[in-house]
């Protein structure tokens, strides 16, 4: 089972500072957007919550070649998650980029677009990895991944105020009926989102 220290406590670090005074005039910084691996489970999650569409404002999401390929594939199949997110891919939503395959990677049990999106992030080339993926997640500590989960990520758009808390509630009831994660995961989103108990817990990614 999957331990809440591993779901919330791997976000990565906060982001630096927007801005500094000098001499009494406050100079500002442009933040550039912070680069995320996503894999299919997270990237479908979000479509189906609707929350996609919100994130792609504020991260640049990249899509690996292997994940653009199944979309293409499910979208010949009428899914209408993939004609959503081909769409999407249409408006240049998200950022495509083409990955050096580490193929010792499968010594890890990594394939497909896992082996992509976990060889992105060591390669250097994204801040963190969105993925659900248990085997991506079984390796995080040993590959040294910073991975965040569906769950955790709604929490911190909360956190951040990029989205209501309503519509975070509605994206975890949406989550739950597709039973992918426990309950009890589920639980502990909605309570700390209700008890407003997000800053204490999350870093910001």
């Given amino acids: 089972m999957m331990e809440i220290k591993h779901l919330f406590g791997l976000l990565g670090k906060k982001e630096k500072e927007s801005g500094r005074r000098t001499e009494g005039m406050e100079k500002t910084k442009e933040v550039k957007k912070k680069k995320c691996c996503i894999d299919g489970i997270a990237l479908l999650s979000l479509a189906k919550t609707g929350i996609i569409e919100t994130a792609v404002d504020f991260y640049d999401i990249i899509l690996v070649p292997s994940l653009i390929e199944e979309i293409e594939s499910q979208k010949e199949e009428n899914e209408p998650e993939a004609l959503y997110i081909s769409k999407l891919i249409k408006e240049e939503k998200f950022l495509k980029e083409d990955v050096y395959k580490n193929n010792d990677l499968k010594l890890y049990g990594l394939f497909g677009v896992e082996l992509e999106v976990v060889s992105h992030f060591l390669n250097g080339n994204c801040d963190f990895i969105l993925s659900d993926d248990a085997i991506i997640r079984e390796n995080r500590e040993i590959l040294k991944l910073n991975v965040v989960s569906t769950p955790a990520f709604i929490l911190s758009l909360i956190n951040k105020g990029i989205i209501t808390k309503e519509k975070g509630i509605s994206a975890y009831a949406i989550l739950r009926n597709d ?17 407003c108990n997000t800053l204490n817990t999350l870093n910001e990614i």
């Fill in 179 to 195: 039973k992918w994660f426990e309950e009890w995961i589920i639980d502990e989103c909605i309570r700390r989102v209700k008890t």
